[in-house]
């Protein structure tokens, strides 16, 4: 097998493969993927209706903040989302995307 030749993957043990193979078979189907151990609510996410509306089984472990975070581009705007799930930014750095 290519991947023994080239050491490729070596610390994916067998089931996480076979895990990995079901699940790609159901996205390119357009099915539902159930993760395990996953919150049944959001599906892991942190998410339920939108960003900043945290779920409740989630509250707390910091999923929500880690994928925001993650996908900022300017850190220092300080990005936050208000009540009603308004994105808050207190400082825009001016480029020509934000003119």
Do not use: Y
Request: aromatic share 6%; hydrophobic share 40%; with cysteine.
């Amino acid at each position: 097998m290519l991947g023994e030749r080239f050491g490729i993957a070596a610390d994916m043990s067998p089931e996480a493969w076979d895990s990995l193979r079901s699940n790609f078979v159901k996205w390119t189907k357009g099915e539902d993927i159930v993760i395990e151990g996953a919150c049944p609510i959001c599906g892991g996410t942190g998410e339920v209706a939108g960003p900043g509306i945290v779920c409740d089984e989630c509250r707390g472990t910091g999923a929500v903040a880690q994928a925001n975070d993650a996908l900022a581009m300017d850190r220092n705007s300080v990005r936050s989302f208000d009540q009603d799930g308004h994105l808050r930014v207190e400082m825009t750095p001016i480029s020509k995307a934000n003119v």
